[in-house]
């Protein structure tokens, strides 16, 4: 199956990376002359630049498409691959700036009968595949609390795609919200209260809430965008405390105890790679679907996402 690469900032240049140690057959879509040189200075691979509607015109759409392109763009890039004929897409995260663009290439998806997934790369880190398999071998999870705080100090600086900013809370918490609903299932009943706001985030900037997920999980949330934090998510069961903080390594405590205590991780492709690349790229390259975040799956979570962040509907 041919597949194209679209996109050539530093996410492609880790896509690169992967598809080429994994030998597969690619072709590089890049749009300015610019990240395209720079792409090819950093990786050895050819681009061809000027878009994705140039690409078209001159060959044949891929067989599946990995589209590492900015927020803003993901939607769009998306919709045309797949009008113009490719059937299996891997999106990053979030798959769109808005429900609205999530909703529309959800419908998309259905009536091309194309398979898109969403590319949260946290579900295919070691600590996570381990994580699950202890999980399960203690009966499953009985509650669960996570954190999603960003650094907006930092956020305040960078310069992002129009829109992006004030979508963060989807564009980039959803890592840790989708993470933990991965692992304890989806809510089917809760609450959430949201508060404050930021210059590039208005919507709000304090994030609490609590609830029961499908899997009869309770659950709950915090974060401060203004205040010191950092990402993670803890998942208890009736034996052990599973803690991802960072997320890309796992502690546990045991029943009786209070030490937490690093669990070994056969973690090497994470440290080579970025984390959770290799095994996602493998897993779509293989059609291995069950990890993944459909782009059906995700339209549903942007329903829960809009309430969590106080996002008006459908924006």
């Not at 395209?36 to 690409?55: D, R």
């Not at 994580?131 to 907006?152: H, M």
């Not at 994470?270 to 995700?298: N, V």
Request: aromatic fraction near 10%; proline fraction near 2%.
């Amino acid at each position: 199956m041919k597949t194209w690469l679209i996109g050539a900032g530093v996410m492609a240049q880790d896509y690169c990376k992967v598809l080429v140690a994994q030998g597969v057959d690619f072709d590089v879509i890049g749009r300015g002359l610019g990240s395209a040189k720079s792409f090819e200075a950093v990786t050895g691979k050819a681009v061809f630049a000027g878009g994705l509607e140039k690409a078209l015109r001159a060959h044949k759409a891929p067989d599946c498409a990995i589209i590492a392109v900015g927020v803003e763009s993901l939607t769009d890039t998306a919709q045309r691959l797949i009008h113009a004929g490719t059937r299996r897409l891997m999106v990053e995260k979030p798959g769109g700036l808005n429900t609205l663009q999530i909703q529309s290439l959800a419908e998309k998806a259905i009536r091309y009968n194309a398979e898109v997934f969403i590319a949260y790369n946290r579900r295919f880190y070691a600590a996570t595949s381990l994580a699950r398999a202890l999980i399960e071998e203690d009966g499953g999870a009985v509650s669960c609390n996570f954190e999603f705080t960003e650094w907006s100090h930092k956020i305040a600086t960078i310069t992002l795609g129009a829109g992006v900013k004030k979508a963060w809370f989807l564009a980039n918490s959803t890592h840790v919200v989708d993470l933990a609903f991965h692992l304890c299932g989806f809510p089917k009943d809760w609450h959430c209260w949201h508060g404050g706001s930021l210059d590039w985030h208005p919507s709000a900037a304090r994030f609490c809430g609590s609830g029961i997920t499908e899997q009869d999980v309770f659950f709950s949330y915090h974060a401060d965008w203004e205040a010191p934090g950092r990402w993670g998510v803890e998942v208890l069961t009736r034996n052990r405390r599973f803690v991802l903080r960072p997320m890309e390594l796992l502690q546990v405590t045991e029943l009786g105890s209070v030490k937490l205590e690093s669990v070994m991780l056969d973690d090497q492709l994470d440290k080579e790679y970025k984390p959770g690349l290799f095994m996602q790229t493998s897993a779509f390259i293989e059609h291995r679907d069950s990890l993944f975040c459909s782009i059906g799956e995700q339209r549903r979570h942007c329903d829960l996402y809009e309430q969590m962040a106080g996002y008006k509907s459908g924006i």
